[in-house]
């Protein structure tokens, strides 16, 4: 009988020994899976906040591209209107230079004809003292000629003058506006003597070679007064969209003023108003009077007086 309950009692000893020892496995278990746990979850909130970071960057490069297409198309809208530009200028080189070879052509002709009176008046004074005295007389009348053409061609550098003084102006204006004026061409100041073809106004560069010729009678230049009569249809020759004016094909001698306003079509559609801030012989500058802007208006669209 002590035998069978010594036994039982090392039996349950043995049955608690291995219970406790079941517990604590059971328990470091539940530790392990426990730290395990908390440290998938640590990783999972890190890839989440990665994958937010990833996110944001993902948009913020999306910007960027938007932006720069954006960029992309600004710069293209720019090259065609500085390549439209740069054909306009071109054009007027052309121009420039087809005038200033006629003028060239037509004061070689006239000291040609210079050349020539002076040795009919040679031939004549050595055959005749009656002819001397017709050259004498015919003389005086070229130097009082020549004395007019000198007094046109102070009033002419004059004039020039105040044209240069004028363009300076203007783009002092226009550094404080933002507004660049292009130089006006030279005004048509200069016609030949009676019986040639009349030669296209000198640039304003060369009005010495004017001067040194008697030959050339000067037109007197005439400004048109304002008057609310209806102007001709002009067309715009340039846009410059990152100072907001356009220069058009209309000036003093159609009856421009400055503030003056006018319209731009385009075909039958009202576009909007300009108004004049500049005004030269034969071309304007014009601000655009908001709403309308630059990106609404193109090259060779109509400018008429406001309706």
């Known amino acids: 009988m002590k035998t069978g309950g010594k036994s039982l009692t090392i039996f349950l000893i043995v049955i608690v020994i291995l219970l406790a020892s079941l517990s604590a496995i059971a328990l470091f278990f539940y530790q392990k899976e426990s730290d395990l746990r908390k440290t998938a979850e640590g990783n999972l909130e890190q890839l989440k906040?990665?994958?937010?970071?990833?996110?944001?960057?993902?948009?913020?490069?999306?910007?960027?591209?938007?932006?720069?297409?954006?960029?992309?198309?600004?710069?293209?809208?720019?090259?065609?209107?500085?390549?439209?530009?740069?054909?306009?200028?071109?054009?007027?080189?052309?121009?420039?230079?087809?005038?200033?070879?006629?003028?060239?052509?037509?004061?070689?002709?006239?000291?040609?004809?210079?050349?020539?009176?002076?040795?009919?008046?040679?031939?004549?004074?050595?055959?005749?003292?009656?002819?001397?005295?017709?050259?004498?007389?015919?003389?005086?009348?070229?130097?009082?000629?020549?004395?007019?053409?000198?007094?046109?061609?102070?009033?002419?550098?004059?004039?020039?003058?105040?044209?240069?003084?004028?363009?300076?102006?203007?783009?002092?204006?226009?550094?404080?506006?933002?507004?660049?004026v292009p130089a006006p061409t030279a005004p048509e100041a200069v016609a030949p003597a009676a019986g040639t073809d009349p030669a296209p106004a000198p640039e304003p560069a060369e009005p010495d070679n004017v001067s040194s010729n008697p030959g050339i009678d000067l037109q007197k230049i005439v400004v048109a007064p304002n008057s609310n009569s209806q102007l001709p249809e002009g067309r715009v020759l340039s846009v410059d969209k990152e100072n907001e004016f356009l220069i058009f094909n209309l000036g003093q001698k159609d009856g421009v003023t400055p503030g003056l306003q006018l319209s731009v079509y385009r075909g039958g559609d009202y576009l909007g108003d300009v108004k004049v801030s500049r005004v030269q012989t034969d071309m304007s500058a014009a601000d655009f009077v908001p709403p309308f802007s630059s990106q609404k208006v193109r090259k060779n669209d109509q400018v008429v007086s406001r309706k």
Do not use: C, F, P
């Not at 090259?79 to 080189?93: F, M, Q, Y």
């Not at 210079?114 to 130097?143: D, G, I, W, Y």
């Open 49 to 180: 906040t990665a994958e937010a970071k990833l996110q944001a960057e993902l948009k913020e490069s999306k910007k960027q591209v938007y932006v720069l297409d954006e960029k992309n198309k600004e710069l293209e809208s720019r090259n065609d209107d500085l390549a439209s530009d740069l054909e306009v200028e071109k054009g007027l080189k052309e121009e420039i230079k087809s005038e200033n070879q006629t003028l060239r052509d037509a004061l070689d002709n006239e000291n040609k004809s210079k050349e020539q009176m002076r040795t009919e008046l040679t031939q004549q004074l050595t055959s005749t003292q009656e002819k001397a005295s017709k050259a004498s007389a015919q003389l005086e009348v070229e130097q009082k000629r020549v004395k007019d053409l000198e007094a046109e061609s102070v009033s002419l550098q004059s004039r020039i003058k105040e044209l240069q003084e004028l363009v300076e102006a203007a783009k002092r204006d226009a550094q404080k506006a933002n507004l660049e």
